[in-house]
């Protein structure tokens, strides 16, 4: 482990190598980290390891043309290699007239909530009596076949340094955990899911996630299966949290807006769902998994209106498809996840990405239900290009005369997501986090579902 002022030092100097072979802007990333991962597949230990990743990103530019390369480790003189070969890649490549600049020198905005010592000083040990707890009590029914589980502490520090000037460090921490509880009843048999993440150690969650997954296993094998036809859907923030990372998200991203590959180009100020539906993106959320004082490329964090009472008002830009569209960077540039990582180039992400709360509560829902379907489950995504999804209801239960019935047997939902969003008539008022969104509970008034029955 090399020190911060170190870490700055190294950008510095690679900086300064680059921009002697003649390139136009540059920006270096100085990365440490550690990973402890433990996980325990059917009830034993499948995996668990220890390991630390510092390295070295640079970026060049050259007539609008990038190069980039890494090299791991912090020696100097590899480093100097990887700026030279980033060079070579850059002068060889097409010019694009479309790059303007990086950003901006700018000061790193002072931001809590990203480093925590406690997950610092975890030891592996302590890993592993996290995720055996966790295991233990998603799998405390003699009703579950069999458990899965994980148990993630990670810690970051990077350093980034650019040829306009900008210089910034930071160290961030990140906590993640994830539970799935199979139960069995005869030839019957289902999965239940759930998951948590944070840039803070909770205790907490650990019985949380691993009563969740253990309950929802144990509720869905009563199961019944559901006539193809249009019907009410309330979506959990799981099952939405997954869906909207990539629908708005990825949708609004604005390098595959510009290329014409979203559902959302050309809809900027449009209408694209209902009153009251307001989705923002905010890096500077108190130990949120996704936050950061600065970007991938030195943007300073801050919050931004994606779409405003149903109206699209930004799509999420970095310094290139700003630069494209002559306004400045939404600082969207992500270096890949909770820690960063110097083995790729930035690409545009999501940092967490807040649907606001509304005024129903889930039993609510469930009461102006009078023949639907919860959601809770999906693991697939929606077409970008077209806007369009099908996906498979992994985990999802019958709502009759407003209660909740069995589990929903072999149906998938299909819906557009414009008339996904401008079909929601009730959003829940309590948020929680899932898969880098925070989002309540929230019923659409009618979407497709194909089932077998």
Known sequence: MIMTTDMLGLADKAVLHAMAFGVTDCDVLVSQSKYTTVEIEKGSVKQASLSSDPGVGIRV?????????????HDRR????AVELATAFAKAGTPDPDFKSLPDKSAPRRL???FEARLHELGPDEVVALVMELAEVAGDDKRIASVNAAVNASVGEVALVNSNGFRGTQRMTSFDIFAEAVARSGTRMFSGYDAFSSRKLDHKSVQTVGLSAKEHAIMGLDQTKIETGDYPVILDPLGAGFLFAMAIGG?????????????????LETRLGVEGFNVHDDPTLAWGNGSTAFDGEGTPAR??????????RSYLHDSYTAGKESIKSTGNSSRGGSIWSYRHPPVISISN???GKGDSSFDEMLKE?????????????????????????????????GELGPAVRQATMGISLPELFASIDMIGDRSRDAFGVRTPHLRVSKARIAGSG
């Not at 590899?78 to 290699?81: K, Q, S, Y």
């Not at 919050?303 to 699209?312: C, D, M, S, T, V």
């Open 112 to 114: 809590n909530g990203l």
């Open 78 to 81: 590899a480093v100097l290699r």
């Open 251 to 267: 949708g609004a991203n604005a390098d595959s807006v510009q290329r014409g590959r979203s559902y959302l180009a050309g809809k």
């Open 369 to 401: 239900t009078k023949d639907g379907v919860y959601l809770r489950v999906t693991f697939d995504y929606p077409n970008l290009a077209t806007g369009e999804f099908s996906g498979l209801m992994m985990e999802s239960y019958r709502v009759k005369k």
């Open 353 to 355: 990405l807040v649907v």
């Open 61 to 73: 530019f050259k007539n609008g043309s990038s190069g980039f390369a890494y090299c791991t480790g």
């Open 303 to 312: 919050k931004r209106i994606l779409i405003e009472n149903g109206i699209l």
